[in-house]
């Protein structure tokens, strides 16, 4: 074996090392997937209703407390989210530190979404797909054009850029999304590639926000997308209310690492 191999190999192994020892510590195992349907939402809870255009971008201020549910109602699409702390917008959504700190880039109901100052923005209190990527990143205007004939359509980057403006923020403030309904998977060798059976028509996932947010969404294809048109569907959106969180609520207890967040998010005072 070579030096550069045996050192990939003991990189390896260490990597498993701490895995194991990470995982070791999840008191509890993370359920299915939420059934498609999807789970009623009661009607007094429904703060508002919004359909994202295919190609189209909407910005919300969400609560803790509230939650949202993004739902392919009107067929598959992907969206894209970013997020900031409404206290501080230079706290922000970290992807990088999502996956890393929860040895994971399987983003499913009881996993959660890490700030980069290692609070919780975001649990994911249910999810039909399991099938959503923060490795990859969103659309821009080079990877529609390489794609797209017509062009020039709209794309992840470009709206992620208005939406901040119209923020009050700039382009440096915009982090790397997380795209849901995005079933992105990693073959052997590391190279990406897309699992079109991941996603359905009646998906939904239900994200409760842990601190006073500022929240972006994206609907337009995803890079990897192989469908050679343009045609991104409607997606519904719906601000409710969400349930309290009980003592042994999934998310806040799934895995040590959240349980750490939640730390610090009520040393924040969130």
């Known amino acids: 074996m070579s030096d550069e191999a045996s050192q990939i190999a003991e ?37 508002h209703r919004e359909t994202i255009p295919g190609g189209w971008y909407w910005t919300t201020a969400l609560k803790a407390g509230e939650a949202i549910r993004l739902g392919l109602d009107h067929g598959p699409s992907s969206v894209a989210l970013v997020a ?3 206290a501080d917008t230079s706290e922000r959504l970290n992807t990088a530190d999502t996956v890393k700190v929860q040895w994971t880039a399987a983003l ?28 990859t990143g969103g659309s821009n205007a080079a990877s ?5 004939a017509g062009g020039p359509h709209r794309n992840t980057r ?19 999304c997380i795209a849901f309904f995005a079933p992105v998977i990693v073959g052997p060798e590391g190279r990406f590639a897309w699992n079109a059976a991941g996603r359905r028509a ?8 842990e601190m006073d947010l500022i929240v972006t969404l994206s609907n337009c294809p995803h890079p990897l997308d192989p469908a050679p048109d343009y045609a991104p569907n409607p997606v519904a959106v719906t601000r409710f209310q969400a349930s309290p969180p009980a003592a042994d609520d999934l998310c806040r207890t799934a895995t040590i690492e959240a349980v750490r967040g939640f730390e610090n998010n009520a040393a924040a005072g969130f």
């Open 11 to 47: 990189n390896r192994r260490r990597y498993e090392e701490l895995k194991r020892a990470g995982q070791g510590h999840a008191p509890r195992t993370l359920p299915g997937p939420s059934p498609r349907g999807p789970v009623p939402l009661d009607q007094g809870a429904i703060l």
């Open 84 to 86: 900031w702390s409404a």
């Open 108 to 135: 499913t109901k009881g996993r959660v979404l890490f700030s980069d100052m290692g609070r919780v923005m975001l649990s994911i209190i249910e999810d039909s797909c399991g099938a959503h990527d923060a490795l």
């Open 144 to 148: 529609n054009g390489a794609r797209y």
């Open 158 to 176: 470009d709206n992620l850029v208005l939406a901040a403006l119209k923020s009050g923020l700039e382009r440096r403030d915009i982090p790397a």
């Open 202 to 209: 009646g998906d939904f996932v239900d994200l409760r926000a």
